[in-house]
């Protein structure tokens, strides 16, 4: 496979920023590079309603904006990816500022999107809103697989709770999430 396939293959068309695969795959870097994270699961609200009024054009671009803000505000080393596209418009964010700081950040982003919103060529602005969980891990302890589902599980209870939202996942929820995955294990 040649470079650039590579490229097409782990890079999301639309934001340009890598897929929740290339994170798998360089899981191992992380590894080496870091002892402890902040693994951030960022969920934007109303993509399905933005499409629907705007367009999937539009859609795009605010996926586009959400991209570039978030990179603004997590990215620390350019040459080192820290913001991955999960899925529809769901991203996964990897930073090696404790929980509490990445909470302070989400809640700077809350305030950014608030202040600047997403613009349109036509129509009113978007306002980005979102749910977002950060789990504080140990990096050489956790398998990436269990991670994303322990942060997935995190998510849904919180957009169960309210639809907006950011939440640090504490040792006792982790707990409680990784139990019930257990208890799922045939």
């Known amino acids: 496979m040649q470079k650039q396939d590579v490229k097409i293959r782990y890079t999301d068309p ?14 191992n870097l992380v590894r080496e590079r870091y002892d402890k994270i902040s693994y951030i699961l960022f969920d934007p609200k109303d993509a399905t309603l933005i499409n629907a009024f705007y ?18 505000v997590f990215e620390e080393d350019p040459g080192f990816p820290q913001i991955y596209r999960f899925g529809g418009d769901t991203f996964i964010i990897i930073t090696e500022i404790s929980p509490e700081e990445a909470f302070n950040r989400l809640h700077y982003l809350r305030q950014y999107f608030s202040l600047y919103p997403f613009v349109p060529p036509v129509g009113k602005p978007v306002q980005i809103s979102f749910a977002a969980v950060i789990l504080g891990v140990d990096v050489k302890k956790v398998i990436p697989e269990e991670l994303l589902w322990i942060a997935e599980r995190a998510l849904i209870e919180l957009k169960n709770v309210s639809k907006e939202g950011i939440e640090i996942v504490t040792e006792k929820w982790m707990e409680r999430l990784y139990k019930k995955r257990e208890s799922l294990k045939l």
């Open 14 to 27: 639309v934001t340009e920023i890598p897929l929740r695969s290339d994170l798998e795959k360089s899981w």
């Open 55 to 72: 367009g999937y054009t539009i859609g795009d671009e605010v996926l586009k904006y959400t991209a570039k803000t978030l990179k603004n």
